[in-house]
């Protein structure tokens, strides 16, 4: 698995064989089955989202945390509208893709070029991700109806694009 530290924009990806599990472990903030921290998340459009009032509706939330110049993020998000958008439209599945600390023009630059229609959220503070984790982009989380989390993906590769379904079609 392929992950890009955060630290610094440089184009140096970090794979899994070269940190420890015990380090890349120790940037999550939340670990599974934690009860998810709550936050307000506005989106690209001007919709705003917390996390709190969709568990209380009985939603199930997945949220990625992702950036513009991140290679394997850009690769997930070009997975997403068919593979999640479109494959659980109509269930109580909310998905929260959330760019951490890029600029909004940026971003609506991006999803221009790569054609993506869905909506995504904002975190230019990167106040959200760090409520998460400390490092390492991209991240999954899929929280249940209970505010709880589900699962926790670490990275973006054909593993975690089948982690990721398995937990929702659960």
């Given at each position: ?45 001007g919709t ?54 890029d600029d ?20 230019q503070s ?45």
């Amino acid at each position: 698995i392929i992950l890009w530290p955060v630290e610094s924009k440089a184009m140096t990806p970090t794979t899994t064989t070269e940190q420890s599990p015990e380090e890349i472990e120790a940037t999550n903030i939340v670990k599974l089955h934690d009860l998810a921290p709550d936050f307000t998340v506005q989106m690209l459009d001007g919709t705003r989202y917390t996390l709190s009032d969709l568990t209380a509706e009985g939603k199930v939330v997945m949220i990625t945390f992702w950036a513009t110049w991140c290679p394997p993020c850009r690769q997930e998000l070009s997975h997403m509208q068919e593979a999640i958008f479109d494959r659980y439209k109509g269930t109580d599945l909310v998905v929260l893709p959330i760019s951490r600390g890029d600029d909004p023009n940026k971003v609506r630059s991006l999803l221009d070029k790569m054609g993506i229609t869905f909506n995504v959220g904002l975190d230019q503070s990167q106040d959200i991700y760090r409520l998460y984790a400390s490092n390492y982009i991209p991240r999954t989380y899929i929280i249940d109806r209970n505010g709880r989390v589900a699962y926790l993906g670490l990275g973006y590769d054909d593993e975690v694009a089948e982690q990721t379904h398995d937990t929702l079609d659960e």
